[in-house]
């Protein structure tokens, strides 16, 4: 007794969650749609908030979210063009 016979799915795992919202800084939208897409099952932003506040894992300000959105990782190009004339 006292056993789950639940499957325990992608978002209720901690570290699943560490690294993809503390690590690669997604967003509980990227976060939802990502495992949207890799288990093929519905999946609220709200639930994952929900999975991140029961791991005790500090959710982002909203001057840290929108920073993140905002950024983009992109490769730093070091090669320069010529100047023609």
């Known amino acids: 007794m006292g056993k789950s016979l639940r499957h ?5 795992d901690k570290d699943w969650l560490i690294q993809k919202y503390v690590k690669e800084k997604l967003s509980t939208v ?9 288990e093929n099952k519905w999946c609220d932003p709200n639930t994952i908030s929900r999975w991140l506040k029961k791991h005790n894992i500090s959710m ?3 001057a840290e ?7 983009i990782v992109t ?5 320069k063009r010529a100047r023609t004339r």
């Open 8 to 12: 325990k799915t992608l978002y209720q």
């Open 30 to 38: 990227q976060i939802a749609k990502i495992y949207r897409d890799e």
């Open 60 to 62: 982002r300000s909203l």
């Open 65 to 71: 979210a929108q920073q993140n959105r905002h950024t």
């Open 75 to 79: 490769p730093e190009t070091t090669t």
